[in-house]
C-alpha cells in the first residue's frame, strides 16, 4: 500500500476513533444530566416526605394552635372565627328561603323550599349574575345596588309553589367570601377586598347594613338572617343531610375548616352560653404553619414570590391554587440544571402558574402505556413538542410526589381536629359516636388520587378502632344551600312555630 493509502487509513482510522470519544462523551454528559434528573428528583421526594410520625406531629401542632386561638385574638396563627352559628340546621326547618352568593366575580341568589324531615329540599331555583368590572373597583352604594336590583328582580319570578305566609318576612341568607370580622350572626365589618374587588368605601363597613339599605332603596322588603362564609355554609348543609356531622373541610382552589366547638371550651367568648351549647368555629386554617410542615425549597422560594409572604403556609402545600405551580419549579429546576427538555429551557415553564391544578390531576390519573395524555399536555401547556417516556415517568413521579404531601397533610388536619373535640379515639364502655367531616371543593371532587390518599391517609391515622366510627362525605353546594339553611335554622319566625 502507498504512502497516500496508509495516509488515509490513519486519517479515516482518527476520525472514527474521534467520532468514538464524541459518542461516549455525549453519552456520559447525557448520563450525567439524566443522574442530575434523577438526583433533584429524589431530594424532593425526601424533603416532601409525610411519614406518620411526621403527620402526628401536624396534628399535635394544629390541636396545640386551635387551643391558643380559642383563648385569645391574635393568639395564634389559626384565627379560630367565632362565626354566632349556635343552631345547624336539624331537617325539620320548612318553608322557603333565599339565599345570597357573593364571592368572586359572579354572585348567585337562590331560593330553597325545604319540607322538613320527610321531604327535605323540595325545590330550588337559582340564577348567576356577572358583576361588570367598573363596579368591582367603584363605589359601595353602586355595587350594593346592583345586587339588590338582581335580587328584586329574581324575588318577582316567584312561583306558586313558593307561598309565603300572611304577614312574613322573607328571609335570606348571605354568603360573603371576603375577609370580614363578624360582630354578630347577621352582622360583619369588612376588612378588605381580595379576588380583583376594590372598594375602599367599603372597608370597615357592615356589608350587611350595605345591603339591607340597598335592598331598602330598590323597595325589597327581606330580612338577613345569616351572614356565613362558604365552609361554615358547607357544615350546614352536611349537618342537614347528617346530623353526625362534626367538621367541615374545603379543598378546592384554596382551603379551609369549620368545626362544632362545645361553648364552654371558647375562653376569648364573651356572650352569654348559646342554649345549643354548641358554636360553629371558623379555623381559617389555610394560615396555619409549624416547623414539622415538610417544606422545600420550591415551597420557600413560592411563598417569597407570593402577594402574602409568611401568610398561609398551609393553603400554599395543599390546595389547588399552587399544586400545579410546585410541579412547575421542580421542572424549571430540571430544565435549568439537568437540560431535563433539552439545550434549550422551554420559555412557557418560566411563566408562573401556566400548570394548573386539573392539568396536573389529569397527567397524574394518565394510564396509558405510553403515558400519551402527559405527553399531550406538556405539548399543549409547554410547548414541548416531543417527550420521552422516561421523562413522562418522572413527570408523573413528581406529581405523585405533591399530590400525596398535600392529602397526608390535609388528613393530618382533619385529624387534629377530631383530637381536638375528643373524637380521636373510641371511649372505654361508651356507644361510639359517629363523627361524619364533610367535603366540599374542586381538588377534592376531582383530584381521585388526591382524595383517596387523603382517606387512606386519615384511616392511617385513627387505627382500625376508631377509623370504623369517622366517615368522610361530599357535601355539595355549602356557599348556595347551606346559607339558605342556616337562614331557615335561625329563622326570626321559628320561635312562633315552636309555641304555635
Known sequence: MGKVGVGATVVCAAAVCAASVYVVRRRMKSAGKWGRVIEILKVFEEDCATPVG??????DAMTVEMHAGLAS??????????????????????????????????????????????????????????????????????LFNFIAEALAKFVATEGEDFHLPAGRQRELGFTFSFPVKQTSLCSGTLMNWTKGFSIDDAVGQDVVGELIKAMERVGLDMNVTALVND???????????????????????????AYVERAHAIPKWQ??????????INMEWGNFRSSHLPLT??????????????EQILEKIISGMYLGEIL????????????????????????????RTPTMSAMHSDTSPDLKVVGSKLKDILEVPTTSLKMRKVVISLCNII?????????????????KIGRDTPKDGETTQKSVIAMDGGLFEHYTQFSECMESSLKELLGDEASESVEVIHSNDGSGVGAALLAASHSQYLEDSETS
Open 403 to 419: 399530590a400525596t404531601r398535600g392529602a397526608r397533610l390535609s388528613a393530618a388536619g382533619i385529624y387534629g381536629i377530631l383530637k
Open 73 to 142: 385574638e391574635g393568639g395564634s396563627k389559626l384565627k379560630m372565627l367565632i362565626s354566632y352559628v349556635d343552631n345547624l340546621p336539624s331537617g325539620d326547618e320548612q318553608g322557603f328561603f333565599y339565599a345570597l352568593d357573593l364571592g368572586g366575580t359572579n354572585f348567585r341568589v337562590m331560593r330553597v323550599l325545604l319540607g322538613g324531615k320527610q321531604d327535605r329540599v323540595v325545590k330550588q331555583e337559582f340564577e348567576e349574575v356577572s358583576i361588570p368590572p367598573p363596579l368591582m373597583t367603584g363605589r359601595s352604594d353602586e
Open 328 to 355: 412547575r419549579r421542580v421542572l424549571l429546576k430540571m430544565a435549568e440544571e439537568a437540560a431535563f427538555f433539552g439545550d434549550s429551557i422551554p420559555p412557557k415553564l418560566k411563566v408562573p402558574f401556566i400548570i
Open 271 to 280: 356572650g352569654l352560653l348559646p342554649k345549643s351549647g354548641e358554636m360553629v
Open 297 to 310: 425549597e420550591y415551597d420557600h422560594l413560592l411563598d417569597f414570590d407570593s402577594l402574602n409572604p409568611g
Open 231 to 257: 365552609t361554615v355554609g358547607t357544615l350546614a348543609g352536611g349537618r342537614y343531610y347528617n346530623s353526625d356531622v362534626v367538621a367541615a373541610v374545603i379543598l378546592g382552589t384554596g382551603t379551609n375548616a
Open 54 to 59: 411526621k403527620l402526628r406531629q401536624v396534628a
